[in-house]
């Protein structure tokens, strides 16, 4: 079964930095990317960022440069770095991976069970 495990999420002043993780095990042939997104209260879950394997990152525009996402290719595990957190950062962070199986050409995906972050004095 592949699953994805994250830690990192918790409760940080504002202005404040906090570092989000996500391992992916399993059965994983080949990962297409993998990122992060998140839902705040009241509103749909949005992109945060992502990455493939390659390296090619894709951020949302209004918090490109304040978050910054990596991977470790050998370890299967993403990052988000985020700095300078905002109130308004306050969302469940969800994990997010495409994948392939074995010779397959169409990816699978998966979704983490979601971390909290929030952002409070």
């Known amino acids: 079964q592949v699953q994805l495990v994250e830690s990192g999420g918790g409760l940080v002043q504002p202005g404040g930095s906090l570092r989000l993780s996500c391992a992916a095990s399993?059965?994983?042939?080949?990962?297409?990317?993998m990122g992060w997104y998140r839902q705040a209260p009241g509103k749909e879950r949005e992109l945060v960022a992502t990455?493939?394997?390659?390296?090619?990152?894709n951020y949302e525009d209004s918090l490109k440069g304040r978050f910054q996402i990596s991977r470790d290719n050998a370890k299967n595990t993403v990052y988000l770095l985020m700095n300078s957190l905002k109130p308004e950062d306050t969302a469940v962070y969800y994990c997010?991976?495409?994948?392939?199986?074995?010779?397959?050409?169409?990816?699978?995906?998966?979704w983490g069970q979601g971390t909290q972050v929030t952002v409070s004095s």
């Open positions: 997010n991976l495409k994948f392939f199986l074995g010779t397959g050409v169409s990816p699978y995906e998966r």
């Open positions: 399993g059965s994983i042939s080949r990962i297409n990317a």
């Open positions: 990455i493939t394997s390659t390296g090619n990152t």
